[in-house]
């Protein structure tokens, strides 16, 4: 009955870092996602910025260009 009451015990203690373990992966499944989520909210943002950057220089270029056509054709008063 010793030996019985012994390896009850040991299974017990298994089942229960075993509980613990699933518990603790996922948490740390549920903290990469959100890490993961994060990185893409900031390369999302970073990519909207450059493009919001690259078209005000095509505005400010095309802007540039036009007056100076205008200029050289007398255009302009």
Known sequence: MNEKERHIKENEAHR???ATS???ADSLR???KNEKRRSTKRIN???L???VLVLIIILLY???V???IFDL???AN
């Open 16 to 18: 229960h870092d075993d």
């Open 22 to 24: 699933d518990v603790i």
């Open 30 to 32: 549920a903290e990469g």
């Open 45 to 47: 943002k970073l990519w």
């Open 49 to 51: 910025w450059l493009g």
């Open 62 to 64: 095309w802007l540039f």
């Open 66 to 68: 036009l007056c100076g």
């Open 73 to 75: 054709g007398g255009g």
